[in-house]
């Protein structure tokens, strides 16, 4: 079975500070990988998305970047962290275009 | 582009009721709408999907029809229990529409005793 792990857990980050969040999926090989972001309570908007290692699709930005360093891995980051970047962030995986979107436990950012 | 509106930001019921939670959508692809469940401080599931026209699908006591012809895929249940108190999302994509994924704003449903 296909396992989605998300790291860290949780951040409490000075606006101004950089930032990484990674995720890796095992038992699936070349899967696809969204990256979410949810503000508190509200909805998903769906960041990036790659489908190979060292590709990556920009859906909207928002002064964040993403690679795909490894097939199993992706990683979400920024130089500067802005308040407006606090949320909850996603990664999951999908099968292919129109099948069920796995997510995993995701990580809350907070910006101070 | 694609689209998802869900009308209710929040519906509070007691338990035993029935329940409807609204989801129309817009898109030129075929359409594959899903509906999916956040509880608190957790990562959203899956709950039920559907890509056949007037076909009813179930899950857990949910259930849901994709109409085509009027865009829309409402979730029902009959009668609420506590633990559905959850933030539920409709969500769109396509085999044909890339990898796009468009969820609606969600709709808290509060499930009272």
């Known amino acids: 079975a296909q396992t989605i792990h998300q790291w860290p857990v949780a951040e409490i980050k000075a606006v101004g500070s950089p930032l990484s969040l990674g995720c890796t999926i095992k038992?699936?090989?070349?899967?696809?990988l969204y990256w979410y972001w949810q503000a508190t309570g509200g909805t998903l908007q769906q960041l990036f998305y790659?489908?190979?290692?060292?590709?990556v699709e920009s859906v909207v930005q928002l002064n964040l970047s993403a690679s795909r360093p490894k097939d199993d891995q992706f990683i979400l980051s920024t130089e500067k962290l802005l308040l407006s970047h606090s949320g909850f962030y996603l990664c999951a995986w999908v099968e292919a275009p129109g099948n069920t979107l796995y997510f995993g436990e995701g990580s809350r950012l907070i910006v101070v | 582009g694609d689209s998802v509106t869900q009308t209710e930001g929040l519906v509070t019921l007691t338990k035993g009721l029935p329940v409807m939670l609204n989801c129309t959508y817009q898109?030129?692809?075929?359409?594959?709408l899903f509906w999916y469940v956040q509880h608190l401080n957790e990562a959203p599931k899956l709950l039920l999907k559907?890509?056949?026209?007037?076909k009813r699908t179930e899950h857990q006591g949910f259930y849901a029809t994709l109409h085509k012809s009027s865009s829309s895929f409402h979730l029902q249940k009959s009668s609420v229990q506590l633990s559905d108190s959850a933030l539920y999302f409709c969500?769109?994509?396509?085999?044909?529409?890339?990898?796009?994924?468009?969820f609606g704003s969600g709709t808290r449903l509060l499930v009272s005793p």
């Open positions: 038992g699936k090989s070349s899967p696809n």
């Open positions: 898109t030129t692809y075929s359409p594959f």
């Open positions: 969500a769109l994509s396509s085999p044909t529409g890339g990898y796009k994924v468009v």
């Open positions: 559907s890509s056949t026209d007037n």
């Open positions: 790659s489908i190979t290692v060292g590709q």
